[in-house]
């Protein structure tokens, strides 16, 4: 079964900075892994989707990596804004199944 | 192109009683995932449907739990007999594709919150 943990749980910074958010997976064989946002008491709206055969993905100030090898996705934000608060979830999807596995998030909270 | 929709919002239920809770796709969309989401915890997968089928209920609680989503209208989960421990926000979410070898994008509603007195 594929297990996917986000660290760090929680993280704060000041307004401005650049910051990585980590996730990683316990099976390699996965199609695609898509990066989400949640604000609070609200939906989940997608950030950005890497299939497999990609190893990036960039929209605006955000960029997500996709290393299959080691089982690990990151999400790197550029030049932070106190709207970018909100928890980001990452999502693996097996070449099997027809689940879509979620980690429990990182809590992000950019002070201005 | 209307996002996911998803109704109620919230709704308020004592124990015994029935929930259904509403899902309507993204336009084009025949695919429909159910997830549910504890305080404090991750996004737990419950049900795959696609039109008038049930493909994967894995997640989903053997009993008092059923999912469906017929060919006309949309997709309804529904949980008899609430308890406290069903107070949770129930998030569906749609996408184009097949899932397994031909994944496609989620996207997701903005939820339904059952609370249950």
């Known amino acids: 079964k594929q297990e996917v943990t986000q660290i760090p749980a929680a993280l704060s910074v000041p307004e401005g900075e650049n910051l990585v958010l980590n996730c990683s997976f316990t099976d390699s064989a996965i199609y695609n892994l898509q990066w989400f946002r949640q604000d609070p008491g609200k939906g989940l709206t997608s950030l950005l989707l890497?299939?497999?055969?990609?190893r990036e993905q960039t929209s605006g100030r955000l960029n997500a990596s996709l290393d299959k090898s080691s089982g690990r996705s990151t999400l790197y934000i550029a030049a932070s804004q106190p709207g970018d608060s909100a928890t980001y979830l990452c999502?693996?999807?097996?070449?099997?199944?027809?689940?879509?596995?979620f980690g429990t998030g990182t809590s992000l909270t950019v002070i201005p | 192109n209307a996002g996911v929709m998803q109704n109620p919002r919230h709704l308020v239920r004592r124990r015994g009683q029935e929930a259904r809770l509403r899902c309507s796709p993204m336009k084009g969309h025949s695919h429909v995932y159910w997830y549910r989401q504890l305080p404090e915890e991750g996004l737990k997968f419950m049900v795959y449907?696609?039109?008038?089928?049930?493909?994967?209920e894995s997640g989903m609680p053997k009993e008092r739990f059923s999912a469906e989503f017929p060919k006309e209208g949309p997709s309804i989960l529904r949980i008899q007999q609430v308890v406290r421990g069903d107070s949770a926000a129930y998030f569906c979410?749609?996408?184009?594709?097949?899932?397994?070898?031909?994944?496609?994008?989620?996207?997701f509603g903005e939820g339904s919150r059952l609370t249950v007195l």
């Open positions: 449907l696609q039109k008038e089928n049930i493909i994967d």
């Open positions: 979410a749609s996408s184009p594709l097949l899932a397994g070898a031909l994944a496609g994008e989620l996207f």
């Open positions: 890497i299939q497999s055969s990609q």
């Open positions: 999502a693996a999807i097996p070449n099997t199944g027809n689940q879509f596995y």
